[in-house]
């Protein structure tokens, strides 16, 4: 059933509407600066278009994972850096509203609110209510506004996450609407599409590290896609599950047992790369190009330039190609060749091109063909997870459309 949005929520003319925006950004490791602010941009029209309708936003997220954190790193987790970036992509301003995420000086800033404000709460794991689901915790946060927008898409998987769960469950105990944000009714729209009918002849892309994190992912995308091309780790763990040396490559043996059954569908759905680019381990600058087993010493690095050109004429006769996971160690400019063709090719593509979040959006951002793209999701797990099919407790928290 359709889940209520905006224009759902009725009149806003003086209302405070809590958004829980997804801002866990990239930050400098040594700054703390924002690298990428592609999730904060995604958030913009939901917080444009409730200012434009007369209403004041508090708007909520975590940054990070400060219950990990040494007190340095933690100390770059708090929002300062996020609420000057959002202010600027905003062009209004944003207070944070208290170095505590609930208390009296939150309930004072909010109260002090008018119409055409915007406060930003404390990073929400600062307080360990939140991933516990705590429902005193939720019910403090809920008792701040009028009506709850879920616009954090990358976080709608979580399924303990108070602000995800607690907070609109305690909204709807006082008898105040929820919805789901533009951002996230445009990721459910497109996901769902993409799932349904996508039109064919499909292509599914694999990169990244881990089978095991994603054998659900690739087991679903194996029922939708006409090929799916892998590279990336992945790559040298099927490799190795097909019993090719895979030299100084570290694949865990648990990675192999993930990779086994989907070994039978290699040479029919499933294609490997035909090369790989191997790097010297104790000397990255030393790289050769290698079509068997991989030499000792050396480590599979990226794809090799006949998988390049092998899986561009693959996108360009695609309908629909589906990205997740980068195709090599793209954070090194060297190896970075077979991702940013991949995201070139798709970029180039007059079909329907969706990348999955997290690194794999980053990468795409990074060499610039993101906004050629049909969709970039703002969601890594949450992205892997919906098209799995699982059921998420943040949204069935959202009120159906009449
Ligand atoms: C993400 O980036 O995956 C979401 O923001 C959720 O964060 P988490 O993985 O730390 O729960
Ligand atoms: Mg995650």
Same mark, same amino acid.
């Not at 592609?38 to 940054?63: E, F, N, Q």
């Not at 970036?85 to 509203?97: D, H, M, N, Y």
């Not at 892998?230 to 192999?256: N, P």
């Given at each position: ?155 709608? =998987? ?106 039978? =569908? ?108 049909? =969709? ?27």
């Amino acid at each position: 059933m359709a889940k209520k949005t905006l224009d759902d929520l009725g009149d806003l003319k003086g209302k405070k509407v809590l958004v829980r925006v997804d801002f866990n950004v990239p930050l400098d490791k040594k700054t703390g600066a924002v690298k990428n602010d592609r999730r904060i941009r995604a958030a913009l029209p939901t917080i444009k278009h409730l200012l434009d309708a007369g209403a004041s936003v508090i708007a909520m997220s975590h940054l990070g994972r400060p219950e990990k954190a040494t007190p340095e790193e933690r100390a770059n987790l708090t929002m300062d850096k996020v609420a000057a970036k959002f202010s600027e992509l905003l062009g209004t301003p944003v207070k944070k509203a208290a170095n505590e995420v609930v208390g009296a000086a939150v309930t004072a800033a909010v109260a002090a609110m008018k119409p055409g404000d915007v406060i930003l709460l404390e990073n929400l794991r600062f307080d360990p209510r939140e991933q516990k689901n705590d429902a005193e915790f939720a019910a403090a946060i809920a008792s701040l506004a009028d009506a709850y927008v879920n616009d954090a898409f990358g976080t709608c =998987h979580n399924d303990k996450d108070a602000s995800m769960v607690a907070v609109p469950a305690a909204l709807k105990a006082a008898g105040k609407p929820r919805a789901v944000g533009l951002l996230v009714a445009k990721e459910l729209e497109i996901i769902e599409g993409l799932m349904s009918a996508p039109k064919a002849p499909v292509l599914g892309i694999m990169g990244g590290a881990k089978v095991s994190d994603k054998i659900a992912f690739i087991n679903v995308l194996l029922t939708k896609v006409d090929q799916l091309l892998i590279g990336g780790k992945m790559t040298y763990t099927f490799l190795k599950a097909r019993g090719v040396d895979v030299g100084a490559t570290r694949v865990g043996d648990e990675e192999v047992v993930a990779a086994g059954p989907l070994l039978k =569908h290699v040479g029919t759905k499933i294609v490997l790369p035909v090369d790989y680019v191997v790097a010297k381990s104790d000397d990255l600058l030393q790289t050769q190009v290698c079509e068997g087993p991989i030499p000792a010493g050396f480590e599979g690095v990226d794809i090799g330039p006949k998988t390049i050109e092998a899986y561009k004429a693959a996108i360009k006769d695609a309908a629909t190609v589906i990205w997740n996971g980068p195709l090599g160690w793209f954070e090194q400019a060297a190896f970075a060749r077979g991702t940013q063709y991949i995201a070139e090719a798709m970029s180039a593509s007059s079909g329907v091109t969706v990348v999955g979040g997290g690194e794999t959006a980053e990468a795409a951002e990074q060499f610039g063909y993101a906004d050629k793209m049909t =969709h970039v999701s703002t969601g890594g797990g949450a992205f892997l997870a919906y098209v799995e099919g699982k059921k998420f407790q943040s949204l069935a928290q959202i009120d159906d459309r009449a």
